[in-house]
């Protein structure tokens, strides 16, 4: 077999940006796309500072996260290794992007320029519209390998095989190979140096390498993996984050999925618990599926047109239905489809037993909806396994809490509504204890420590105590536990429009070590931005 790879030796890397220039003239990148970039580093306080240049972009992973989220199939893996993107088939949903945790994808709505308009000859000759509204990235000049091999080339050791970015280095930092021959230049490189792969502790096996010291003439092993979060800059009380991110090292906020793609999230959410608050009163309590049934599914509805107009390339929007066997947006669809149409025939035949099929599939879509944040490996606070209970129950919350404000207040379901306040709360506590103890970017902490207290006192303490006496004042108290379900339906959406536009910063970068550049030594590593609770 075959496995290209990539290594970037941080010893001999003058971060002259040869290597970034020449992917973009080989590959014709519009303005603030950057497939291959290099990242200026400092770490540590004067006099002891230590600085490396690091060259990053796609690191064609072994277990792609990208290719699993993805909707459409575009993003594919190769035998050998190498992650590639269909342009003819990719919706730009940039799933792919928020996955990526090396931030090495791309989405560009429309043609840009250098200077504006008119755009320069060359801007207009090498004009990709495929390109457009779809994800783009470093395919390790896929073309030049091909090429190479059907006329007998060696990649990595023939220029013309060899992706344009090593071709160009002109420290002879950047290297390509075959991992999978024991004799390629790539293979006794990494055994002639101590190495390491960024983010490796998220098992995603990029096939990136970093070389920051030479091994000894006793053949010593790589030092043990140092806590990289007890080495940021950011501990230090004195950094701020305006410091530590303005050099693109630290983690920033993705900007792919905007207030579209959380109205999807608070429309899914609310629609399918009221769905089901709604189908319980028609079982059990005799109540009507008419009207607030329509009322859920349009806001089911509502939501996942808000993501229709998100994607790059939206009269391909069928392709997000050709990869359930991975994708939980696929699966999402896959599900809001049925659940549409079983809540319409519920309405239509007054069916209580149909409407109750219906908010079972509901329930199922509230859980791919907690499960497609949870597969963005990319976005540390959404990654977090404890935000799939936290976003059921939010959803469950938010729908009870319109089904006692539009009307269905009763014993059971405020009774139901204090319960799901309670498992929210819960589960709220627990994601961010998770988070505390795992670490997260700075800003993401910084983004909910503004909301905690009104989502814990509004949110929760606030509804639930309306809710009690209105319960137990009846029946004036139907004004209180009216009130208390529109602030436990307010918290949920306040919650999920700060954890997908405020709170998601991505994964950042980070050095396992600072390389012994010259007759220096080597240092600890560095993840800036980063912090616990």
């Known amino acids: 077999m075959t496995r290209w790879a990539m290594i970037a030796d941080l010893n001999r890397c003058v971060g002259c940006q040869t290597c970034t220039s020449a992917c973009k003239h080989t590959n014709a ?19 002891d500072v230590k600085r490396a240049f690091v060259p990053v972009g796609c690191m064609h992973c ?7 989220v993805c909707p459409s199939t575009a993003t594919r893996q190769r035998p050998d290794g190498i992650v590639t993107i269909d342009y003819d088939i990719c919706i730009g949903c940039a799933y792919c992007a928020v996955a ?18 008119p755009e320069m000859k060359h801007e207009a000759a090498r004009e990709d519209p495929a390109r457009l509204g779809v994800a783009q990235k470093c395919t390790f000049c896929v073309d030049r390998i091909d090429f190479g091999l059907e006329n007998g080339l060696t990649p990595g050791l023939d220029a013309e095989a060899t992706p344009a970015c090593v071709n160009s280095c002109i420290a002879d930092a950047l290297h390509f190979g075959d991992l999978d021959d024991p004799d390629s230049n790539v293979s006794r490189l990494l055994k002639e140096n101590k190495n390491f792969r960024m983010h490796e502790e998220l098992g995603t ?15 010593q092993a790589v030092d043990a993996p140092i806590d990289l979060v007890a080495q940021t800059m950011n501990d230090r009380p004195d950094a701020s984050d305006e410091a530590i991110s303005h050099t693109g090292v630290a983690p920033w906020l993705q900007e792919h999925w905007d207030m579209r793609a959380a109205g999807n999230f608070m429309g899914g959410g609310a629609g399918a618990g009221l769905f089901l608050f709604i189908a319980l009163a028609a079982m059990f309590a005799g109540g009507s599926l ?33 990869q359930p066997q991975r994708s939980w947006m696929t699966r999402e669809a896959m599900v809001a489809a049925p659940f549409a149409v079983i809540g319409l025939a519920a309405l ?19 859980y791919c909806q907690s499960r497609l944040l949870e597969q963005s490996k990319g976005i540390p606070a959404w990654r977090a396994q404890e935000i799939v209970p936290l976003i059921i129950a939010t959803g469950l919350v938010e729908g009870g809490g319109l089904f006692v404000l539009f009307g269905g207040a009763a014993l059971w379901s405020g009774l139901a509504v ?9 589960a709220w506590r627990v994601y961010r204890g998770a988070l505390g103890r795992d670490g997260a970017p700075a800003g993401t902490f910084a983004a909910f420590e503004k909301i905690t207290r ?11 105590a309306l809710i009690v006496i209105g319960l137990l004042t009846p029946p004036a108290g139907v004004i209180f536990v009216a009130l208390g379900g529109l602030f436990a339906f307010a918290g949920g959406w306040l919650f999920k429009l700060v954890l997908v536009t405020a709170a998601a910063y991505n994964q950042g970068f980070a050095l396992e070590r600072m390389p012994a550049r010259g007759a220096g030594s080597s240092g600890p590593g560095i993840k800036p931005g980063w912090r616990h609770a």
């Open 29 to 47: 990148t519009p303005p603030s796309v950057q497939w291959r970039k290099v990242l200026d580093v400092e770490a540590g306080e004067y006099p």
């Open 62 to 68: 072994e277990d792609p996260p990208c290719m699993h």
């Open 100 to 117: 990526c945790p090396y931030q090495a994808r791309f989405k560009i709505d429309k043609p840009l320029t250098a200077y504006g308009t």
């Open 205 to 219: 096996g990029p096939g990136f390498y970093y070389l920051w010291e030479k091994v000894d003439e006793k053949g």
């Open 290 to 322: 008419m009207p607030l049934g329509l009322v859920a599914l349009g806001l089911v509805g509502a939501g996942l047109f808000l993501v229709w107009l998100e994607i790059g390339r939206a009269l391909r929007f069928l392709n997000v239905f050709r």
């Open 348 to 366: 239509a035949l007054g069916s209580a037993v149909l409407g109750l099929i219906a908010a079972i599939t509901g329930l199922v879509f509230l």
């Open 418 to 426: 204090l319960l799901f306040i309670g498992l929210r709360f819960f």
């Open 454 to 464: 009104i989502f814990e006192f509004g949110g929760h303490a606030l509804p639930a």
